[in-house]
């Protein structure tokens, strides 16, 4: 089974930048679509960016577009969200998902298996 441990997340000024950690243990993440999800009080949980188990295709929400980034590391089995020129809207706790492998992305949070802890991220103006 595996086992998502989510860091990174912080109090950040408006315009800064941050970045999420997910480390992954007990499977190999080349082995799965990964996704960063983010959920505000009062707000359903929404996909923020995924990648396929391959790499090969990413996704972004448009409100993000340009700002971050999903990558991963295979060596060190955790996957990144890197967040730059962050908004006050981008306040959430941020949660790493792992779903089964798909040459497709997938924004349904049905299609992922495993869920870190979350970790908080917010953003003053």
């Known amino acids: 089974q595996v086992q998502l441990v989510e860091s990174g997340g912080g109090l950040v000024q408006a315009g800064g930048s941050l970045r999420l950690s997910c480390a992954a243990s007990?499977?190999?993440?080349?082995?799965?679509?990964m996704g960063w999800f983010r959920q505000a009080p009062g707000k359903e949980r929404e996909a923020v960016a995924t990648?396929?188990?391959?790499?090969?295709?990413?996704y972004y929400r448009d409100s993000v577009k340009g700002r971050f980034i999903i990558y991963r590391d295979n060596a060190k089995n955790t996957v990144y969200l890197q967040m730059n020129s962050l908004k006050p809207e981008d306040t959430a706790v941020y949660y790493c998902?792992?779903?089964?492998?798909?040459?497709?992305?997938?924004?349904?949070?049905?299609?992922?298996?495993?869920w870190g802890q979350g970790t908080q991220v917010t953003v003053s103006s």
């Open positions: 007990g499977g190999t993440l080349t082995n799965n679509n």
């Open positions: 998902a792992a779903g089964r492998a798909s040459p497709f992305t997938t924004t349904r949070r049905v299609d992922y298996n495993y």
């Open positions: 990648m396929t188990y391959s790499g090969q295709n990413t």
